[in-house]
């Protein structure tokens, strides 16, 4: 690897510090190095003069700070599979993977992101203490908690821990709050790298959450309300990172709902007119932030493609999920594209959605054949996933469709779109089946996932190691749950709460 990294920062490099943090990455260092919330949290506590911190991913060979000097080590945890590389990164640092077989020379394991915030029951004996919600404000405060008290044992640091808002030890809390920060600064990448996979991209985080409340989506309700950074905000991040590189990536749920969206847009479409080369991109758009102005800005910045996720082919079924999206309004916003420049579109879809029938497939055929036939030339393609039920959304009480019935349902849709000449690609079925079992799993888990890790974390392993530890799979992803039914994650407190989730529930299934 290239040592290009640029740091956005004064950043001393040889502190005299006495504490020591290993911030860790379950994957690449390239994908660490993209990661906006991971590097902004790293950077929080780099700032510190006290600490020093160190980025450690599954592919370190060596790491600067001596295992044996390290203190504290905090897990990202974004995807639901990522415990496997977890556990494969305590192992090779001779870390039990349990925290009971931990002793006081042990560092204090701690995990925080979405997976987390949502449901982290299942890994109740595996980290020492979890972050719920938003961590960018909290990592000084336990850090410096558990640097004061490094002396103490661990179980005294870790109830001292447990009083921090926020905080869940399940050694000693039965309920806690969910963090929720105002963003009144604009997060970014602090470190720009040749290295990283979005290779020398500034990315800037415009907003976070998204108010349209999707009844499946666990990035849209782990994260309401929606809060945007201001406007002046964001256009100074853009010039500090424009300094740097010319490639601004801008991240967010939903930031088409961010209210100078098309300010934002404009000031960047300006400063290309005027000369300066930026190359710009953003995740992906709501159908209804498909304006002209905004695909030129795109295309002026070299985005060639823009994905669209309308979930779903039918109306009905868009009503359904809370997506209500028109076709009319799908059909303006690939009328927008192909006229203002853009090569293609993506479209991303779920099956298995509640109420779903071979109609709704079929409306999703439909569409792609009337997009496909009114531009030719112009390249669509459909990417799908099947519905996982998610915890703390209004579709968490919902079990899956079964996999065979889902399996027939995506080989129809993929022959189906083959015919028309649409290519669809479609995210292995058993795979989203344990998925939603990992999802709505429980402290049951333990020895479940450690032994589908040691068996080497195949689609076999899952199936055999549930059947040796008397997990009831089917229990976890297929079964419908009733609303008085007590969940593994209520204890956390959430906003909407509960109430709110059951309301929602019954008016989008009675549509
Ligand atoms: S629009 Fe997208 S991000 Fe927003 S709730 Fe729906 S699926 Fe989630």
Redesign the pocket.
Known sequence: MLNTDIYLYDREISKNADYTVWMAFPGVKSFALSSLGFLWMFRSIDLMDDVNVEIVCSDTKKTKFMRDNVDLIGFSFTFDTDYLTIFSMLEKNNIPLKTNERNDASPLIFAGGPVVTANPTPYNEIFDFFVIGDGENINAEIIKLCKENRDKPRSEVLKLLSEIEGIYVPKFKSKVNKITNKLSECVYTPIISENAFFKNTFILEMSRG?????G??L??YCNLPLRTVQYDDIIDTIELGLKYTNKIALLG??ISAHPQFNEVFECLYKKMQNGDKIEMSVS?L?VDAIKPEIVKTLVSGGQKNVTL?I?AGSERLRKVI??NLSEEQIFNAVKIAVDNGLKGLKFYGMIGLPTETYEDLDAMIDLAKRIKQQYKGFDITFGFSSFVPKPNTPFQWIGREDTKSLEKKAQYLKKEMHKIGVTANISSIKWDYWQAVLSRGDSSFTDFLIDVYKSGGALGAYKKSAQKFNINADYYALENYNFDQNLPWDFINMKPAKEFLITENKKLLSQ
């Open positions: 998204c108010a349209n409340r999707c499946f989506c990035a849209s749920a939903q992906s709501r996720a979930e809370n997506k």
